[in-house]
């Protein structure tokens, strides 16, 4: 069964660093999206990706947030100066088609990148 | 705006037995789509069952099974026959009907142990 991929499964960095989350979504799926889930807390969305455009964003990413496609497989999230708060696990999905309508298209996960801020 | 609220942070089941997780939620939408997600200690999201909102029956998956009721904007999930590997955090979410806005807004999750 096809499923989301995440590079690193693990990424620790030092503050101020810049970082790149890798995931190769499912391959004919057309929306992606970021998540990330501080320690002990709730999934939080960031960010949804459509056409080559972000969709909609969350508060939580702000200009040291960016999203690119930048081919056919990758959908990459990086993160400008990273800051101790922005330790979390980072989720990954994907989806074939609109959520809405007759089709309400899944949303399938990837297994996450733990970024750990030092 | 929506809101997903789990009020049993943690709970526990003897195997086999039957438990239930709570789930309540808040929208002015009458399109959406619930939702509950199985977090094992891998951390990995997983999908355990759906329930459209204008579908009157309530979804089942093998042992999983929701209540869901609509006026009362209430979700829960029964899981039957309880397993060791049933042990997770479970998350209730939703996500709107409409083509644009598609995120999927989470609960803070119930704990679930499993007793053996």
């Known amino acids: 069964e096809p499923e989301v991929t995440q590079t690193p499964s693990h990424q620790v960095t030092q503050m101020g660093q810049e970082v790149i989350l890798r995931c190769v979504p499912i391959?004919?799926?057309?929306?992606f999206y970021w998540y990330r889930q501080i320690l002990g807390q709730k999934v939080e969305f960031l960010v949804s990706?459509?056409?080559?455009?972000?969709?909609?964003k969350s508060e939580i990413f702000d200009d040291q947030f960016s999203v690119e496609r930048p081919d056919g497989s990758n959908f990459t999230l990086k993160i400008r100066s990273t800051k101790l708060e922005d330790s979390a696990m980072y989720f990954c999905?994907?989806?074939?088609?609109?959520?809405?309508?007759?089709?309400?298209?899944?949303?399938?996960f990837g297994p996450g990148t733990r970024l750990t801020v030092t | 705006a929506q809101t997903v609220t789990q009020s049993q942070p943690e709970m526990s089941v003897q195997e086999a037995e039957t438990v239930t997780l709570s789930c309540t939620y808040d929208t002015s939408e009458s399109d959406y789509y619930l939702f509950w997600y199985k977090q094992p200690p891998s951390r990995q999201m997983i999908l355990v069952i759906r329930q459209e909102a204008y579908k009157q029956q309530n979804a089942t998956e093998n042992r999983f099974s929701v209540n869901f009721q609509k006026a009362a904007k209430s979700f829960s999930l029964k899981i039957s026959d309880s397993q060791l590997g049933d042990a997770a955090m479970y998350f209730c979410a939703y996500r709107s009907g409409g083509n644009r806005d598609d995120k999927i807004i989470f609960g803070k999750g119930t704990r679930l142990h499993i007793l053996p």
């Open positions: 999905a994907s989806s074939e088609g609109p959520p809405g309508g007759s089709g309400g298209y899944e949303q399938y």
């Open positions: 391959s004919n799926h057309l929306y």
């Open positions: 990706f459509y056409n080559n455009e972000i969709s909609e």
